[in-house]
């Protein structure tokens, strides 16, 4: 890849799609993952590539969820593996929870391939190798869980979801936190906690929160989820995208 150099006003932008095509080199992203990549930049960009101030409240609520759950997943795709391996490997510790690889495109092949990314990463203990439980409802690959990972969880992180198995997990009562740059999305419009933000920002966003609420007491932790409106959040985000003012 040619140098960006350190000023370039789209080097964020430039340095995330090279991750991404490495992780297509590298057999951990899909094609498709390209094409998903570039649908969420134009979001981001009419976003103002920022964390705008609805969806930092949505971090919080799901850092607040993280930590009260009984059993949390973190969901790992191609595009996930790609742009944030050490992110995701720094909120599953501060959070304790799970890392599972679910792929829309499932493999073999891209899902140890994925695994052994993150473990050289710093992970631990990855799940979605057994891929011995099904999600009820779903005909396509992505139903493929482990029976001690997603399939038992009580809070799953989804980032970059298709909106299928959204459905599928809020139907089997699960509380489902997406990360997803398009608030119109099914999955955005499904899960219980949507932060309409860019993985690469969400993520260490998610941490910082948890870290800044680890000692909290419970019952403030469960102040911060009941006082989340998940309407407002998806519509301050849509009203940022349309209202297109990029000064
Ligand atoms: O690795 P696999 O096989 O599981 O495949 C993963 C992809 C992402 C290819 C697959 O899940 C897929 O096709 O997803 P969709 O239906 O294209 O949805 C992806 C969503 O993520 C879209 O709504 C995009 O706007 C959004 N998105 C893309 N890049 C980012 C993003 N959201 C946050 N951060 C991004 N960097």
Redesign the pocket.
């Known amino acids: 890849m040619a140098e960006i150099p350190e000023g370039h006003p789209r080097r964020d932008s430039l340095v ?1 799609r090279h991750r991404i095509e490495a992780g297509v080199e590298q057999g951990i ?2 094609k ?2 390209l ?10 960009y009419l976003l103002g590539e920022e964390t705008i101030p609805s969806a930092d409240e949505a971090a919080r609520v799901a850092a607040a969820h993280l930590l009260l759950a009984e059993h949390a997943v973190l969901s790992v ?5 790609a ?1 944030v391996p050490d992110e995701v490997v720094a909120l599953a510790a501060a959070t304790g929870a799970d890392v599972e690889v ?5 493999t073999e092949e ?1 899902v140890r391939a ?1 695994a052994e990314h993150l473990r050289e990463h710093g992970a631990t203990d990855v799940k979605g190798l057994q891929a011995d439980a099904r999600i009820p409802g779903l005909d396509h ?2 139903a493929k869980v482990d029976a001690d990972g997603i399939y038992s969880a009580d809070v799953v992180l989804v ?5 299928d198995r959204a459905e599928a997990l809020a139907a089997m009562g699960k509380t489902e936190l997406v ?4 608030p119109l ?1 099914r ?2 419009q499904t899960a219980a906690v949507p932060i309409v ?4 920002r ?1 993520v260490p966003n998610v941490t910082a929160h948890a870290e800044a609420l680890r000692d909290a007491p419970r019952e403030e932790l469960e102040g911060v989820v009941e006082a989340f409106d998940r309407e407002a959040a998806l519509a301050a985000a849509e009203r940022r995208i349309r209202g297109g003012d990029l000064d």
């Open positions: 995330t992203t899909s498709q993952g094409v998903a990549q570039g649908r969420g930049e134009a979001f981001d795709n191609g595009n996930v593996a742009l679910n792929l829309f495109n499932r891209r994925i690959e992505r980032p970059l979801e298709d909106g990360v997803d740059l398009n999305s999955s955005a933000d860019n993985i690469v969400a």
